[in-house]
């Protein structure tokens, strides 16, 4: 039949149209923990894995993996031996994330677990998380308990990558949250907006 072709007139891959409409479906469902209506770009998830040491990591843990665009990018730029886990708190994405990629160790549980799922694991500290969570929709007190966390099992120097709209920096909510994470790491720097992503964005790194 006649190929499916994207907005920019290339190919897109029949996996990619089931991961989107999986995605839409998930974000009408839960718009509160689903926090885009489109998966992220493959340009921002080499800035992410990039930003976040990937290549250098031994110890990876991805927060809120979603339907993997991230998750992919990881097992293309980690080391054979690195270990890898996603951990994905909503159960049809977690299931579907693990049937497309079942060399990745999905975890179906909440990243406010961290600690235990790496104890449970045999995992010490983590040399760099990368987080796809809706920030926005989450409460204060919601953001300050992931933050911790995340600080408290990162390794010493480690790094924790997350990224924001453009247009959220307008807004006292997205404001709020570039100085919670500031307070809360020793080193805080943004990335250049990554245009070729709906809505642009940027990558917030943050180092211990």
């Known amino acids: 039949g006649p190929s ?15 991961t989107k409409i999986a995605f839409l479906r998930e974000f009408l469902r839960n718009p509160g923990t689903v926090g885009a209506i489109a998966p992220s770009s493959p340009s921002l998830a080499r800035e992410m894995v990039r930003q976040a040491g990937v290549l250098q990591a031994r110890t ?6 979603g339907t993997g665009a991230f998750t992919r990018e990881i097992v293309k730029q980690a080391v054979p031996e690195a270990r890898f886990l996603a951990i994905e708190r909503n159960p049809a994405l ?9 060399s990745v ?17 045999g995992i010490g500290q983590v040399d760099c ?3 796809g969570l809706p920030w926005a929709a989450f409460s204060e007190q919601l953001q300050d308990r992931l933050l911790e966390e995340a600080c408290r099992n990162l390794a010493p120097r480690g790094r924790f990558v997350t990224f924001a709209y453009l247009q959220g920096l307008l807004l006292p909510a997205g404001r709020r949250f570039a100085r919670k994470i500031r307070r809360k790491f020793a080193q805080t720097e943004k990335s250049p ?6 809505p642009p964005a940027f990558v917030y790194r943050c180092q211990k």
Do not use: Y
């Open 105 to 121: 160790q999905v975890c179906h549980d909440s990243v406010e677990n961290l600690g235990v799922i790496l104890h449970r694991e």
């Open 60 to 65: 990876i843990v991805e927060f809120g993996p």
């Open 193 to 198: 907006v990554v245009w070729r992503n709906l």
């Open 4 to 18: 499916r072709r994207s907005w920019t007139g290339v190919e897109a891959p029949r996996h990619l149209m089931k």
């Open 94 to 102: 977690a299931q579907i994330l693990q049937q497309e990629l079942p």
């Open 129 to 131: 998380i990368l987080s």
